[in-house]
């Protein structure tokens, strides 16, 4: 079975302060895979997505970026924090063929 | 532009039977999802529609119509426990997902 790992699940990070985000999926190949943020009580807003490795795709512009070093690894990444960037960061996979998502614990990102 | 429509809080009584719709409008359609998420914690896999009518998966059952672009999610039997946000999203013709804002569902005793 597959299952969708992500970590940390909390970080408290000063403004300015770098960010690196790990995600990683086991048990399929070639996932979709995406990264979207939480804004408290809000709705998700996709980050990023990608078909394969080294393939990304931004639907936000802003200070985050995202890489896919593996075909089972999305990185979240930032070098200067802002207050902004606080939420809840949700990764997620799908199969190839556009199903259902599955989503990983989540991170809990407080900027101070 | 693409958008999802869901309320935004509604409240029901344990045992009882609720009704939570979903309309939208997006670019092209090719399948309707219904998500559950505790608060605090990551959105879960409830239901999949991409034809017209319902499907029923126990106590929890979601209906489709493409024609009038609207879904219902059912929920029979309610416990303590099904009190959470209930996210409707929409894959739209590029296979992207459209999120709703999502539904809190308040359970009282």
């Known amino acids: 079975s597959q299952t969708i790992h992500q970590w940390p699940a909390t970080l408290v990070q000063p403004v300015g302060s770098p960010l690196s985000l790990e995600c990683t999926v086991e048990g399929t190949s070639n996932p979709n895979l995406y ?13 990023f997505y990608s078909v394969g490795i080294g393939q990304i795709s931004s639907e936000v512009p802003q200070n985050l970026s995202a890489s896919r070093p593996q075909d089972r690894q999305f990185i979240l990444s930032s070098k200067k924090l802002l207050l902004s ?11 190839p063929d556009p199903y259902e998502q599955y989503f990983g614990p989540g991170t809990r990102l407080t900027v101070t | 532009g693409q958008n999802i429509d869901q309320p935004t809080e509604m409240t029901a009584t344990e045992g009882a039977i609720v009704q939570i719709n979903c309309t939208y409008q997006t670019s092209g359609f090719n399948g309707l999802f219904w998500y559950q998420q505790h ?6 896999f409830l239901s999949y529609n991409v034809l017209d009518g319902l499907e029923e998966k126990g106590r929890f059952s979601s209906f489709l119509s493409r024609s009038k672009g609207y879904s219902y999610l059912l929920l029979k039997e309610l416990q ?6 209930y996210l ?16 809190k569902l308040i359970i009282k005793p």
């Open chain 1, 35 to 47: 990264w979207y943020r939480q804004a408290a009580g809000r709705g998700l807003q996709l980050l």
């Open chain 1, 85 to 95: 960037d606080s939420g809840f960061y949700l990764c997620a996979w799908s199969p």
């Open chain 2, 39 to 44: 608060a605090g914690e990551a959105p879960t």
């Open chain 2, 80 to 85: 303590m426990k099904d009190s959470a946000s």
């Open chain 2, 88 to 103: 409707c999203a929409v894959t739209d013709s590029n296979y992207q997902l459209i999120w709703g804002a999502g539904t």
